[in-house]
């Protein structure tokens, strides 16, 4: 299995374009969400999704849009980009463990580092 | 909602063990207690996860406090490749609505490994 896999892995942007961070998890994960990372900081959380059709704000939404039309796919958009988002983004999933009871255990992509000039 | 609390940052020698500790005062009767690490220019990964007993796995042990309001994260024999970002976080498994959908980060304990 792959995991979570984002797409890109790098990109560059000027100010005021948009563009799509992708996010596809195959392990049929319900919960899906985004975390932004700035230099030297910890998670924060974006938006999430507890499931296809269900998306939430979370600590720092402004900026940002998602969809969740499939249980395998969570786009993170950015509608006209600010230099304020030049981050490094981290998809997660989550789900049970095997074996594991009543919890849920988050898997995160490897991260895509945007750059808005 | 219960938060966590822990130190920014720690040493450990190479090959000593090494106890990172968490507090969770407000913790609930539902929350799960689940650390998480990132290493240098990765995504966070889990180490290791509990709710009232102590747990170990191949990577870690987590030794969880009688009245469940602190936890300690322990590495038997620190490497160089556990020099990581550590995060302590609680998931609440009671519903919807909590911290089991909106999964809060602190900023962790940066954990220096010396050779």
């Known amino acids: 299995n792959a995991g979570v896999t984002q797409t890109p892995k790098f990109q560059v942007l000027k100010t005021g374009q948009s563009m799509t961070l992708q996010c596809a998890q195959d392990m049929n994960h319900e919960y899906m969400s985004w975390y932004r990372q700035d230099p030297g900081m910890g998670l924060r959380l974006i938006h999430y999704?507890?499931?296809?059709?269900?998306?939430d704000q979370g600590e720092v939404p402004n900026g940002y849009n998602v969809s969740r039309s499939t249980t395998e796919d969570f786009p993170l958009r950015l509608l006209s980009a600010a230099p304020s988002q030049t981050s490094v983004y981290f998809c997660?999933?989550?789900?049970?463990?095997?074996?594991?009871?009543?919890?849920?255990?988050?898997?995160f992509g490897a991260g895509s580092r945007l750059t808005v000039l | 909602d219960a938060k966590t609390t822990q130190p920014n940052s720690m040493e450990s020698n190479e090959e000593e063990p090494v106890h990172l500790p968490c507090n969770h005062s407000t913790i609930s009767g539902t929350d799960y207690i689940h650390w998480y690490r990132q290493l240098p220019s990765q995504g966070p990964e889990y180490v290791i996860h509990?709710?009232?007993s102590n747990v170990n796995n191949r990577m870690a042990s987590l030794a969880i406090a009688e009245d469940r309001k602190s936890s300690t994260l322990i590495l038997h024999r620190a490497t160089l490749r556990d020099a990581a970002v550590y995060y302590c976080i609680l998931r609440d498994v009671s519903g919807r609505g909590t911290s089991y959908d909106k999964v809060i980060f602190g900023p962790g304990t940066s954990l220096s490994v010396i050779p």
């Open positions: 997660a999933s989550s789900g049970k463990l095997a074996g594991a009871r009543g919890a849920n255990v988050l898997t």
């Open positions: 999704s507890v499931g296809a059709g269900i998306t």
């Open positions: 509990g709710l009232t």
